[in-house]
C-alpha cells in the first residue's frame, strides 16, 4: 500500500524560480492538507482541500497556491519562491472532511531556498 | 480558534524509565485530540487519539494519554521507556467543527542507555 505519495524528496531552488510539489494518495480519501514543518513551531496549514473541486487556506497561506486535480491529487505550488519557504513540507489526507479521524502522511518534501 | 503547548522542546529519560510528554490544548469547543510520532526523515504517524467516551486512551507501542478536561490537558505516557522510542512527538487538536489539525512545537525524546 503506498498510501500518500509526495514527489519529490528534496528540491533546492532559487530565489524566485517556481516550482510544484506533488501529492497523491491511493486510499480513496475526501481530504487533502498541506502542511510545513519547522524546528520549534510544529506543523503549519498551509492550504487544504475538503473535497475535489474545493481549496480553502489555512494558517500560513502566503506564497503559495495549490490545485486539487481530481481526487487522488493535491498539488502545491510555489510562484516565486522566497528564502522563508524553505522548509519541510508534508502532504496529508483523512477520509473525511471533519479531520477528526487519523490523518495519513506523505514522507515530507525538503526545501530550501537559496 | 484553538491552539496546543508541548511543555519541553526537549525531553531526555533512561531506557526502562517512564515516559511523560506534557501538552495542554485551548479550544472554545469540545476538541479531538491527537498524539503522532516522527521517526527522522519520515511523515508523521498516529500513536492515538481522543474523540469521545473513555478519557484514557491507548495507543500502539504502550503509549497512552488521559484526557482532562478541567486541567484543559492531554499528557502522553509510556511506563518504560525503550531505545526505539526515540523520536519527535506531536500533539494536535482539532474540533467537530473544524477542518484544521493544529499541531505543538513538538517534544523531541531522547532515550539514554
Known amino acids: 500500500n503506498a498510501g500518500v505519495t509526495q514527489t519529490p524528496k528534496f528540491q533546492v531552488l532559487k530565489t524566485g524560480q517556481s516550482m510544484t510539489l506533488q501529492c497523491a494518495q491511493d486510499m480513496n480519501h475526501n481530504s487533502m492538507y498541506w502542511y510545513r514543518q519547522d524546528p520549534g513551531m510544529g506543523l503549519r496549514l498551509i492550504y487544504y482541500?475538503?473535497?475535489?473541486?474545493?481549496?480553502d487556506k489555512g494558517e500560513v497561506p502566503n506564497g503559495y497556491n495549490v490545485s486539487r486535480l481530481n481526487k487522488r491529487e493535491f498539488s502545491l505550488r510555489l510562484e516565486s519562491a522566497a528564502p522563508s519557504q524553505t522548509s519541510v513540507y508534508f502532504c496529508?489526507?483523512?477520509?473525511?472532511?471533519?479531520?477528526?479521524?487519523?490523518?495519513?502522511f506523505g514522507q515530507g518534501t525538503r526545501l530550501t531556498v537559496v | 480558534a484553538q491552539s496546543v503547548t508541548q511543555l519541553g522542546s526537549h525531553v531526555s529519560v533512561s531506557e526502562g524509565a517512564l515516559v511523560l510528554l506534557r501538552c495542554n490544548y485551548s479550544s472554545s469547543v469540545p476538541p479531538y485530540l491527537f498524539w503522532y510520532v516522527q521517526y527522522p526523515n519520515q511523515g508523521l504517524q498516529l500513536l492515538l487519539k481522543y474523540t469521545t467516551g473513555a478519557t484514557l486512551v491507548k495507543g500502539i507501542n504502550g503509549f497512552e494519554a488521559e484526557f482532562k478536561k478541567s486541567e484543559t490537558s492531554f499528557h502522553l505516557t509510556k511506563p518504560s521507556a525503550h531505545m526505539s522510542d526515540a523520536a519527535e512527538y506531536f500533539c494536535a487538536v482539532t474540533s467537530n467543527a473544524g477542518n484544521m489539525l493544529t499541531f505543538g512545537g513538538g517534544t523531541r525524546l531522547m532515550v539514554k542507555p
Open positions: 482541500s475538503a473535497s475535489e473541486g474545493t481549496t
Open positions: 496529508a489526507s483523512n477520509g473525511l472532511a471533519i479531520m477528526n479521524t487519523e490523518a495519513f
